[in-house]
């Protein structure tokens, strides 16, 4: 089946505006966060004027809607990531708190002490680094780290030393965010299942292309964001194994994670309610729950499948531009299509303020990597980020860009 | 385009060819400040001397302004301009200076003193890109506080009755 790019625009009504005096939007920044189709935002809308009550709580006719609206994009979630189980699925407010929920409890229960470690890589995002830091603050545990190789992959060579019987939990991303590659996390997994770690997989860049069955990863923790999937802000999701959800202690105490409240104690709701304290964002699961239609909709595979010829198109095309470094894999192979790059004696803010100054979005910076970056011997590096909505032409425009930015401050 | 409202050819001038690049000796404080958003960084230098008193009275002088930076042509400009502006002034009327710069990067309307900014006005384009502010301002932050801890040393150092 073909995939209509053009007609997958016409949903998104960004797409339509033009910036910087009348020039088109070329939006190449999706792994920052993506652009919301109409059937989303209209989703949203539909709930705020027809269906708005708090959850679980109201008993009456707009709390019993409101609350299968909810309930039902948790559903639309679990089918989504390949479990049948739906209370395996926890709402957070993103990736960030998913990470810190699960780093949390696992504190607050004390599986965790002095001579213990916890294995990350240097190719993750703050989000994937400091709530393990902070664990190991709080509780004496060791952190340490996969490194990465000059191409941008994880260097597992020293895999078995790494991971071994003092190791509690591997935390690792599936899909840099800034050099697109996909980790085997399978493997790293089984690795650390054979010495009884956790495995937390944080996979907020690769969930949005699909990429994520929860039944074969392996993982015991995923956590990911609806934002970067064409969903609205300020809802993300932590699945976890039931038996892990059941074992572990809540994260925040509030209203509705309770079964019963004493003065002096309290006891708490099943999973995944436990973990969801407070009115939690109603409207934005309901957005989630419409993003995931969408991409279904749409058909993933025929979207991934395209996104996977711009990629290949764009990895090409910045290869030809003299100065150029892509940080990360060169190939298309395991690799997703978000490309960081240097340009030689041209800073990334300036690379990026040449593109702005053409309708061309990108980002700019360390991209919340700051360590993959000093690894990689850069201060910080331009991302361009390709979605289901871009197009040929569009990395076309962002070639163009680079050539003008070379120009203008005087390299080529 | 719009970018030569940003890019002016002052700004580009100092970004190829800054001045009084580098770190230098003597100095009373250093100080090294970061960009959290882009990772660019700046160390900076500030040598400040007691003028002797005199009619004007006893005001610290700016003696030396060096620094070594990373960053974007913005926050390298800046830098740049700055140590030309400041070097050689008395500490408040280098810091009114740098009070006209930050009021000139928080407003958007590009009615700058010249007088008091000189070639620091150009940065005018910058205020209205907010993205960019804090590339202008990251030497500036640094600036003022490394002096103010370059002041202080002095004055510790003239309450006990030292020389500088």
Redesign the interface.
């Known amino acids: 089946m073909s995939f209509d790019v053009g007609r997958v625009r016409k949903d998104f009504p960004i797409l339509d505006r033009t910036v910087?005096?009348g020039k088109p939007l070329v939006y190449l920044d999706s792994a920052n966060t993506s652009q919301k189709p109409r059937q989303v935002i209209d989703a949203m809308t539909d709930f705020y004027e027809r269906h708005n009550a708090n959850i679980h709580r109201a008993t009456h006719e707009l709390g019993e809607e409101a609350t299968e609206a909810y309930e039902g994009a948790r559903i639309k979630v679990a089918g989504f990531i390949g479990t049948p189980d739906e209370t395996e699925v926890v709402f957070t407010k993103n990736v960030s708190e998913a990470i810190n929920l699960v780093a949390c409890s696992i504190g607050n229960a004390h599986r965790l002490g002095e001579g213990d470690e916890i294995v990350i890589s240097e190719m993750e995002h703050h989000s994937n680094i400091v709530p393990w830091q902070l664990l190991c603050q709080r509780t004496g545990a060791r952190l340490r780290w996969f490194g990465v190789t000059p191409d941008g992959r994880l260097d597992l060579s020293e895999a078995d030393e790494l991971i071994n019987e003092r190791t509690k939990i591997v935390a690792v991303t599936h899909q840099s965010n800034v050099l697109g590659t996909i980790n085997p996390v399978s493997e790293i997994a089984a690795r650390a299942h054979a010495v009884g770690a956790l495995v937390l997989v944080d996979a907020a860049q690769s969930v949005p292309h699909g990429l994520m069955d929860v039944s074969s990863i392996g993982a015991d923790f995923v956590g990911f964001t609806g934002h970067k999937m064409c969903g609205p802000t300020g809802i993300g999701v932590l699945w976890a194994r039931r038996e892990l959800l059941d074992e572990l202690p809540p994260f925040l105490g509030g209203g509705e994670m309770i079964e019963t409240v004493w003065m002096d104690h309290s006891t708490y709701a099943a999973p995944p309610h436990k973990f969801e304290a407070g009115t939690m964002p109603i409207a934005e699961a309901v957005g989630l729950g419409a993003a995931i239609d969408y991409l279904t909709d749409v058909d993933l595979a025929a979207a991934h499948a395209h996104e996977q010829v711009l990629l290949s198109h764009a990895l090409q095309s910045l290869a030809e531009i003299d100065g150029l470094r892509i940080l990360g894999p060169a190939e298309p192979v395991n690799r997703g299509s978000a490309i960081s790059f240097t340009i030689e004696g041209v800073?990334?803010?300036?690379v990026s303020?040449?593109l702005d100054?053409r309708g061309v979005a990108v980002r700019?910076?360390?991209h919340c990597a700051?360590p993959l970056?000093r690894a990689l011997g850069v201060?910080?590096s331009t991302r361009a980020s390709l979605y289901l909505y871009n197009t040929i032409d569009e990395v076309d425009a962002l070639a163009q860009g680079i050539r003008t930015a070379q120009k203008?401050?005087?390299v080529a | 385009m719009q970018l030569e409202s940003m890019y002016q050819e002052i700004i580009l001038d100092h970004y190829r060819h800054p001045h009084h690049r580098g770190l230098r000796e003597p100095f009373d404080a250093q100080v090294h400040h970061v960009n959290p958003t882009c990772g660019d960084e700046i160390t900076l230098r500030v040598a400040v001397k007691a003028v002797p008193q005199t009619d004007l009275g006893g005001e610290p002088e700016i003696v030396d302004v060096s620094y070594d930076a990373l960053g974007c042509s913005i926050s390298q400009a800046s830098a740049s301009v700055l140590t030309d502006l400041v070097i050689g002034k008395p500490v408040s009327e280098a810091m009114q200076i740098s009070d006209a710069f930050l009021e000139l990067m928080r407003s958007r309307d590009s009615d700058a003193d010249d007088e008091v900014l000189g070639d620091a006005v150009v940065f005018a384009g910058v205020a209205k890109y907010p993205a960019r502010i804090k590339c202008a301002l990251l030497g500036w932050m640094a600036w003022k506080d490394a002096t103010a801890r370059a002041v202080s040393t002095l004055d510790a150092g003239s309450l006990n009755g030292e020389q500088t």
């Not at chain 1, 800073?347 to 300036?350: A, G, L, S, Y």
């Open positions: 910087r005096d800073h990334p803010h300036d303020q040449v100054d700019a910076g360390h700051w970056h201060q910080s203008f401050f005087g």
